[in-house]
């Protein structure tokens, strides 16, 4: 595996800008399409794409070492799509590659997406001989029925065997599950949520069905050949999963987000605390901060007030397109930026403190929603309340609305 950066040191003398210390990397390939699903991926054409893929990839991180900066080792690596395990062994190399160019610190998380149908205990072995330290398994259900519904190519074993052959190779296993699914009983969410506990997850991931436009899904709905998801039903399997990963011994962390004590994601906490993250592949999304913009040549030069800058790969990035085609770019001023810190922290049950609250200038936002019941104010910090976890949408819109 790619050297562990142990004993790093920056000499005194170098002015070069430090990248980020977190990465994502997007593997844009699915061995079909979900019919819920509108992130971007290409249908998985086997083999002879993946060594390509690995290869692009890599080099379109090594685009982003120019001279004016620097890389640190990385505290944490996220590989995700799309579905990484497609790639097979080439995911394997894709790790020491990566991890070639930038290297790890000795305690970094790594992550990578894994779906069943693609995941077996020897790719599991592999990638955690590789510095591998975490699968995130797409489980969605432990409903066949409900699988077959969401058109996903697994059934409920297949996801059983898959959390099992991450755990059996040491690795921190996080699973997503989808609440809300029409048809789907109480007693069926409850059998998915101790399901996946009793196969071994220490971090689970609960999200509602949203039905996107232009989906598989959407086209059913439409013809009346689906349901859509009932909001009280959402509702109540959000409620009914804090309860029980309760019980289970699961700690809400995050709005969507339970996880066993020491088991919480490292790498999503960076994002929903601020910390700038770079990102490779057709589609990721990465921010860095005013200064790794400029040095990074994303910044404008006429600009001097750049708090970060968020850019998005184009989708559809395949072997052969250019280099770095970025399809947008978004510059925030820095009091943005402290706002964007302050919305983005209420997702998590810790909050925001009042020196963030007040840097942000969203105090009179907040007070508004301690009125109303979605935050409450103790200990010098702010946090969402239950309701206000149900309402998260309200929360993030007034505190992003603030008018200066
Ligand atoms: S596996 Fe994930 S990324 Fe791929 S189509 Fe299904 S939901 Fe979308």
Redesign the pocket.
């Known amino acids: 595996m790619g050297d562990l950066a142990e004993g790093f040191v920056v000499p005194w003398n170098d002015t070069r800008v430090a990248l980020p210390r977190h990465l994502y990397v997007h593997v844009p390939l699915?061995?079909?399409?979900?019919a819920?699903?509108d992130?971007y991926?290409e249908v998985d054409t086997g083999a002879p794409e993946h060594a390509a893929i690995v290869g692009h990839t890599v080099e379109l991180l090594r685009g982003w070492l120019t001279p004016q900066v620097r890389w640190s080792p990385l505290e944490t690596l996220y590989i995700g799509?799309?579905?990484p395990t497609v790639l097979g062994p080439h995911l394997v190399g894709l790790v020491r590659a990566l991890t070639d160019v930038i290297p790890l610190a000795s305690d970094a998380e790594v992550t990578i997406e894994a779906?069943p149908e693609s995941f077996s205990p020897k790719l599991a072995a592999a990638l955690a001989a590789e510095g591998v330290t975490r699968a995130s398994v797409?489980v969605q259900s432990l409903d066949d029925d409900a699988l077959v519904r969401l058109?996903?190519c697994h059934d409920s074993a297949a996801a059983r065997s898959a959390i099992r052959a991450a755990a059996d190779a040491g690795l921190a296993v996080s699973v997503d599950l989808i609440c809300g699914i029409p048809g789907v009983s109480a007693e069926a969410w409850e059998r998915s949520l101790r399901g996946v506990v009793e196969a071994g997850a220490t971090h689970v991931s609960v999200y509602p069905l949203t039905v996107e436009p232009n989906t598989p899904l959407a086209r059913a709905i439409a013809i009346g050949e689906a349901s859509m998801p009932d909001e009280d039903a959402t509702v109540d399997s959000m409620n009914a999963a804090a309860r029980i990963l309760g019980s289970l011994g699961f700690g809400r962390y995050e709005v969507a987000n339970y996880a066993m004590p020491g088991r919480r994601s490292r790498h999503n906490i960076a994002y929903w605390t601020g910390k700038p993250y770079m990102a490779v592949g057709g589609g990721a999304h990465g921010m860095v901060d005013g200064e790794q913009a400029h040095a990074l040549g994303l910044a404008p030069d006429d600009r001097t007030d750049v708090g970060r800058i968020r850019f998005a790969y184009a989708s559809h990035l395949l072997p052969g397109d250019q280099l770095q085609p970025l399809s947008s770019i978004e510059t925030m001023t820095v009091a943005e930026a402290a706002r964007e810190d302050a919305m983005l922290g209420m997702r998590m049950t810790d909050g925001i403190s009042d020196a963030l609250a007040e840097g942000a200038n969203v105090i009179e936002a907040l007070e508004s929603l301690v009125t109303d019941g979605l935050v409450e104010h103790t200990d010098g910090r702010w946090r969402p309340t239950e309701r206000g976890w149900l309402f998260g949408n309200e929360v993030f819109s007034r505190i992003w609305g603030v008018v200066e």
């Open positions: 699915c061995r079909s399409k979900c819920y699903c992130f991926s799509g799309g579905t779906n797409g058109g996903r």
